[in-house]
């Protein structure tokens, strides 16, 4: 079982950049694959990026391509997913989630555990 506590959420204004935390437990993180995803008021759960277990891969969504970086650091299990140029439309609760293997995975569904999610909130 792994637990994940999500950080950095906050308001900023566009243009502004937010660093979002995802501290897991456990001892074999590095054998997770960990994804970010975003969910606005009345929108589905979408995929933001993703990253696999050694961190040499990632994916991205083409609406934050450029903009938003994710990355690891196994020894402190831990996930990032640094934001900058954030706009209005970036608002959102935002989620990190991780998968039982280390392989890159975009769907919500190949995802086992789940983070409770931080607001990000972008003034225009």
């Known amino acids: 079982q792994v637990q994940l506590v999500e950080s950095g959420g906050g308001l900023v204004q566009a243009g502004g950049s937010l660093r979002l935390s995802c501290a897991a437990s456990g001892r074999t993180f590095s054998s997770y694959a960990m994804g970010w995803f975003r969910q606005a008021p009345g929108k589905e759960r979408e995929f933001v990026a993703a990253i696999s277990g050694s961190g040499a891969s990632t994916y991205y969504a083409d609406s934050v391509k450029g903009r938003f970086t994710i990355s690891r650091d196994n020894a402190k299990n831990t996930s990032y997913l640094q934001m900058n140029s954030l706009q209005p439309g970036d608002t959102a609760v935002y989620y990190c989630?991780?998968?039982?293997?280390?392989?890159?995975?975009?769907?919500?569904?190949?995802?086992?555990?789940w983070g409770q999610g931080t607001q990000v909130t972008v003034s225009s």
């Open positions: 989630a991780a998968a039982r293997h280390p392989m890159v995975v975009v769907g919500h569904y190949e995802y086992h555990y």
